[in-house]
């Protein structure tokens, strides 16, 4: 448990700062553009997530898992056909965006003037940085340098800062293309640093020689089966997610999008400070590790720590949600509040669904965690396209249109998290100990008790949340015994003595 605590005290702190900046960035972007501007700039990054997981080519975690997983002179192969791979993805969806960019306008952003047609064609550019981005950052994360990665994430998010308000000022301007710049910006700080990080790393010599060699065939159907998934799964998950937003424009307008962007980014930035520390962690550790016994021992003593740290800071957001989103947006967000509340109690499902879908992918199977995958956007985005457009009734349940669309987010995270519990018994033999269900059972009653205080408030009731918060934020001490606490313990003093 202490080795994840202090991989999470080293990235963690990283993801804290990012997530800081990041929120900060956020306040600028929606007080100069408010909630329609908040939208469009969702439906640029929405077409850049599209276009750089699928341009991957299987994705940073197949390179990790590949990577970490031989050593060698196997790892050296797997290294050219990983490099060879991304170009092809680069050189492919690079052309795919350009040709495509008025049908995406047209039918996505709803919006087919000149002006959005070329800034999504610009939009190659920040893919084509992205990617490299993120396949540089893999090999870090390959060598363990947890360190460095915390300083790229950390300097994306001052680049981002730093440029949010000359950009958004741009924007307010009518020029499109300052949202492409507010997505390249920080890539862009990301790679030049991640190409120093690499070279430093030692990782140059094989990258280099990668162009002169060709990709062994048995690689190329390593990396081929993660591309299987990630195209299968992505081509279907990324258009649910642009129907979803499409329809929320057509149906409602670009502030509504604002609103549910709001309320996405937020429940993603409180599971991301976590997730982007102890998945750095997992990925790794997870693929290298090979006894069936030692990796049950690790995960058993591992997801409870990763509930009792999910749920204090998840908990806290349904406390104080209209103090949040006055604080990091504006009082024109407050609507947002019908969405969060389900999201935010969705929190600890969508962390765990995360640790599990690091086991299968660490364990090679990629296909299966991107079945559930597939099965929560689809479900998510019919229910919601349903509920939009008026195919169903959320009042009969006493559900307003937006409060709908966050209970379903809510259920079929809850139903993804089931299937991945059947998946891992069945393709990676486990299951979890009763000790795990029993810390789980815990941290969802006391998120039960943080929902039922803020459910309908749009004013924080002092005297009742900040007690509750206290007392919830305290309740991972449970976990340690007399020797975890004094290690962890020792383990705090030896920081603050650095």
């Given at each position: 448990m202490?080795?994840?605590?202090?991989?999470?005290?080293?990235?963690?702190?990283?993801?804290?700062?990012?997530?800081?900046?990041?929120?900060?960035?956020?306040?600028?972007?929606?007080?100069?553009?408010?909630?329609?501007?908040?939208?469009?700039?969702?439906?640029?990054?929405?077409?850049?997530?599209?276009?750089?997981?699928?341009?991957?080519?299987?994705?940073?975690?197949?390179?990790?898992?590949?990577?970490?997983?031989?050593?060698?002179?196997d790892?050296?192969?797997?290294?050219?056909?990983?490099?060879?791979?991304?170009?092809?993805?680069?050189?492919?969806?690079?052309?795919?965006?350009?040709?495509?960019?008025?049908?995406?306008?047209?039918?996505?952003?709803?919006?087919?003037?000149?002006?959005?047609?070329?800034?999504?064609?610009?939009?190659?550019?920040?893919?084509?940085?992205?990617?490299?981005?993120?396949?540089?950052?893999?090999?870090?994360?390959?060598?363990?340098?947890?360190?460095?990665?915390?300083?790229?994430?950390?300097?994306a998010?001052?680049?981002?800062?730093?440029?949010?308000?000359?950009?958004?000022?741009?924007?307010?301007?009518?020029?499109?293309?300052?949202?492409?710049?507010?997505?390249?910006?920080?890539?862009?700080?990301?790679?030049?640093?991640?190409?120093?990080?690499?070279?430093?790393?030692?990782?140059?010599?094989?990258?280099?020689?990668?162009?002169?060699?060709?990709?062994?065939?048995a690689?190329?159907?390593?990396?081929?089966?993660?591309?299987?998934?990630?195209?299968?799964?992505?081509?279907?998950?990324?258009?649910?997610?642009?129907?979803?937003?499409?329809?929320?424009?057509?149906?409602s307008?670009?502030?509504?999008?604002?609103?549910?962007?709001?309320?996405?980014?937020?429940?993603?930035?409180?599971?991301?400070?976590?997730?982007?520390?102890?998945?750095?962690?997992?990925?790794?550790?997870?693929?290298?590790?090979?006894?069936?016994?030692?990796?049950?021992r690790?995960?058993?003593?591992?997801?409870?720590?990763?509930?009792?740290?999910?749920?204090?800071?998840?908990?806290?957001?349904?406390?104080?949600?209209?103090?949040?989103?006055?604080?990091?947006?504006?009082?024109?967000?407050?609507?947002?509040?019908?969405?969060l509340?389900?999201?935010?109690?969705?929190?600890?499902?969508?962390a765990?669904?995360?640790?599990?879908?690091?086991?299968?992918?660490?364990?090679?199977?990629?296909?299966?965690?991107?079945?559930?995958?597939?099965?929560?956007?689809?479900?998510?985005?019919?229910?919601?396209?349903?509920?939009?457009t008026?195919?169903?009734?959320?009042?009969?349940?006493?559900?307003?249109?937006?409060?709908?669309?966050?209970?379903?987010?809510?259920?079929?995270?809850?139903?993804?998290?089931?299937?991945?519990?059947?998946?891992?018994?069945a393709?990676?033999?486990?299951?979890?100990?009763?000790?795990?269900?029993?810390?789980?059972?815990?941290?969802?009653?006391?998120?039960?008790?943080a929902?039922?205080?803020?459910?309908?408030?749009?004013?924080?009731?002092?005297?009742?949340?900040?007690?509750?918060?206290?007392?919830?934020?305290?309740?991972?001490?449970?976990?340690?015994?007399?020797?975890?606490?004094?290690?962890?313990?020792?383990?705090?003093?030896?920081?603050?003595?650095?």
């Amino acid at each position: 448990m202490l080795t994840l605590l202090r991989a999470i005290a080293t990235t963690g702190g990283a993801s804290g700062i990012s997530m800081l900046l990041g929120l900060l960035t956020n306040k600028i972007i929606a007080v100069m553009l408010g909630p329609s501007g908040v939208g469009l700039l969702a439906s640029f990054r929405a077409v850049q997530d599209v276009v750089t997981g699928l341009g991957s080519l299987g994705g940073t975690a197949a390179q990790v898992q590949a990577l970490s997983s031989v050593t060698g002179e196997d790892r050296r192969r797997r290294v050219i056909a990983c490099i060879w791979l991304t170009l092809t993805g680069m050189a492919v969806f690079s052309t795919g965006l350009l040709v495509a960019a008025p049908a995406i306008a047209e039918h996505f952003f709803r919006d087919p003037s000149p002006e959005i047609v070329t800034a999504v064609r610009c939009m190659v550019v920040s893919f084509s940085v992205s990617l490299g981005a993120a396949i540089a950052l893999g090999f870090v994360n390959v060598s363990g340098a947890i360190g460095w990665m915390a300083l790229a994430q950390i300097a994306a998010s001052v680049a981002s800062l730093v440029a949010a308000w000359p950009l958004a000022t741009l924007a307010g301007q009518g020029h499109p293309l300052a949202y492409v710049g507010m997505i390249a910006t920080p890539v862009a700080v990301q790679l030049a640093i991640a190409v120093i990080m690499t070279s430093r790393l030692g990782w140059m010599p094989q990258i280099a020689a990668a162009f002169r060699q060709r990709p062994a065939r048995a690689d190329i159907m390593h990396f081929l089966v993660y591309f299987a998934a990630n195209v299968g799964g992505g081509l279907i998950t990324s258009s649910c997610m642009l129907i979803l937003r499409a329809t929320i424009i057509e149906t409602s307008d670009q502030a509504t999008n604002g609103l549910f962007q709001a309320s996405w980014t937020l429940t993603q930035q409180n599971l991301t400070l976590l997730m982007a520390s102890f998945g750095t962690y997992l990925l790794p550790t997870l693929s290298a590790t090979h006894d069936i016994e030692e990796r049950r021992r690790f995960l058993d003593e591992t997801i409870p720590v990763i509930i009792m740290l999910t749920v204090p800071m998840a908990a806290v957001g349904l406390l104080f949600m209209p103090l949040v989103l006055r604080l990091l947006y504006s009082a024109a967000f407050l609507p947002a509040i019908e969405l969060l509340r389900w999201m935010l109690l969705a929190n600890l499902f969508s962390a765990l669904v995360a640790v599990f879908v690091v086991l299968l992918l660490a364990r090679g199977r990629p296909l299966a965690s991107a079945a559930t995958e597939v099965m929560w956007h689809v479900g998510f985005t019919a229910t919601c396209v349903a509920v939009l457009t008026g195919v169903v009734d959320p009042g009969r349940l006493g559900l307003g249109r937006l409060e709908a669309l966050g209970a379903a987010f809510f259920l079929f995270h809850g139903l993804r998290l089931a299937c991945l519990l059947v998946f891992c018994r069945a393709k990676v033999s486990y299951v979890p100990a009763r000790r795990v269900w029993l810390v789980g059972a815990l941290g969802f009653s006391l998120l039960l008790i943080a929902a039922w205080i803020g459910w309908s408030a749009h004013d924080v009731n002092w005297a009742i949340s900040v007690p509750a918060a206290i007392m919830i934020c305290a309740s991972p001490l449970l976990l340690l015994n007399r020797a975890r606490f004094r290690r962890l313990l020792g383990l705090v003093r030896a920081y603050v003595a650095r």
